[in-house]
């Protein structure tokens, strides 16, 4: 069975620092995918980076990046520049190939303060 | 080119009454999935459909909710006799292929119901 961890229920971060949210993960399936969504206070879900399991190099998209380790089994987002509009929960999930469900974490909510 | 369309997007009920959800998916989409996310915590998968058919059922109570997926019109999440423990958001996400054909497809969600059952 698959699992998602992130230890970290709530973040606090000054405006324009980077953040890193962690998130570990656990399968024993060779084939997976990694997606980070974030979700607004308004609670739509919202996609934002993914990361296959044998990608040589690690996903960005815009200011979002994935420190993706697969050794450690760990596939932290970071966000370069917070802003303000970056408060929200933010979940890591995964799908092994051939699989039709994401699992997903628990989330961290991410606080930015100006 | 609209998104993954829901509603209601709140749903008020007693205990004992039904609920429907409704879910339209992006265009061109012809898989559809409901989650359930409880306060404060993560999405739970519940079912899996394409047209006319249930694929995975997997993470659906036994009794009391049902889901489907017309030839026309959106999905459909029924819950009958609701209790309090039913109070929660439910996503719908759609997607082009399916699930597990490829690492990379991503879901795309709706905004969620959010049902409260008094």
């Not at chain 1, 229920?9 to 990694?34: H, N, R």
């Not at chain 1, 200011?63 to 303000?84: G, P």
């Not at chain 2, 929660?88 to 969620?112: D, K």
Request: one cysteine or more; hydrophobic letters at 35%; aromatic letters at 10%.
């Amino acid at each position: 069975a698959q699992k998602i961890t992130q230890t970290q229920p709530g973040m606090f971060v000054q405006e324009k620092e980077a953040v890193t949210l962690d998130c570990t993960y656990d399968t024993s399936d060779p084939s997976y995918g990694l997606f980070w969504y974030k979700q607004p206070s308004s609670g739509e879900m919202i996609f934002l980076i993914y990361q296959g399991s044998y990608d040589q190099q690690n996903a960005t998209e815009g200011r979002y990046s994935l420190n993706f380790q697969k050794a450690r089994k760990s596939a932290n987002l970071v966000i370069s520049a917070s802003q303000l509009g970056d408060s929200a929960m933010y979940f890591c999930a995964m799908r092994v190939m051939g699989a039709q469900k994401l699992v997903f974490g628990q989330g961290t909510r991410l606080t930015i303060n100006p | 080119n609209a998104g993954v369309m829901q509603n209601p997007r709140h749903l008020v009920r007693r205990r004992g009454q039904e609920a429907r959800l409704r879910c339209s998916p992006m265009k061109g989409h012809s898989h559809v999935y409901w989650y359930r996310q409880l306060p404060e915590e993560g999405l739970k998968f519940m079912v899996y459909l394409q047209k006319e058919n249930i694929i995975d059922e997997s993470g659906m109570p036994k009794e009391r909710f049902s889901a489907e997926f017309p030839k026309e019109g959106p999905s459909i999440l029924r819950i009958q006799q609701v209790v309090r423990g039913d109070s929660a958001a439910y996503f719908c996400a759609s997607s082009q292929l399916s699930g597990g054909s490829s690492g990379a497809n991503v879901l795309t969600f709706g905004a969620g119901s959010r049902l409260t059952v008094l």
